[in-house]
């Protein structure tokens, strides 16, 4: 295949999420589903990308690999492998992504992303990290937050209380599928107008297809 510009924006794209399934990627495209899968099948036979299947009975999802992030000339690491504790949460951010651009009219940016950016490692360096921000115009981003468990009391208080000192940001946009999650958030977040909580809409809170 000939590698085309086209190309490295959705390796560079997925690579910042780690991972995305076919059907993501499509619509990353904007093109039709036959267009999308001869793209996607051209760069996982020339060795740019790799299939993998996660959960039994379902479709594979698509990672890229080292010769892809070395061709579409990104510094992200490719993921190494796929954590199923946190499976369910990443594969919603990036719909919770694809909604928000579509939404806004912005540019969402990962966390992988955001990291890379920063130059950070681990988990925890220079306060919290949120899971994307959301870029919408030339205004300050906006920290989106996926939340589909809860935190401990303490730990929700130090992450909202890390955003009240941050002038960085716009606002945060905390997602859930669960109302003590939105109880939690709400009660912790009492004095901090600039964060708000949301509801997954109802598309969301069906069980996680990857097609």
Partial sequence: MIFQERDARILRWVNS?????ADQIKQFMGVGQTAAYVRLKKLVDGGYMARERILHGQARIHKVTKKGV???????LPLKYINLGTFRHDFKLVNLA??????????FTP?????????????????????????IGEDKPIAIELELSVKSRARIQSIVN???????????????DQ????????????GFSFIIVKQIPHKFDSKVKVA
Avoid: C
Wanted: charged share 25%.
């Fill in 17 to 21: 999420f780690g991972f995305a399934s």
């Fill in 162 to 176: 890390d955003y009240g000192g941050n002038l960085g940001v716009k606002e945060v946009w905390y997602y859930t």
């Fill in 98 to 107: 694809l909604m928000l651009e579509k939404e806004t009219g912005g540019k």
């Fill in 111 to 135: 966390d992988r992303r955001i990291r890379h950016d920063e130059g950070l490692s681990g988990v925890g360096q220079l306060g919290h990290i949120p899971d994307g921000y959301l870029h």
């Fill in 70 to 76: 070395l061709a579409s000339d990104d510094g992200i």
């Fill in 179 to 190: 109302m003590n999650v939105v109880r939690a958030i709400t009660k912790a977040a009492h």
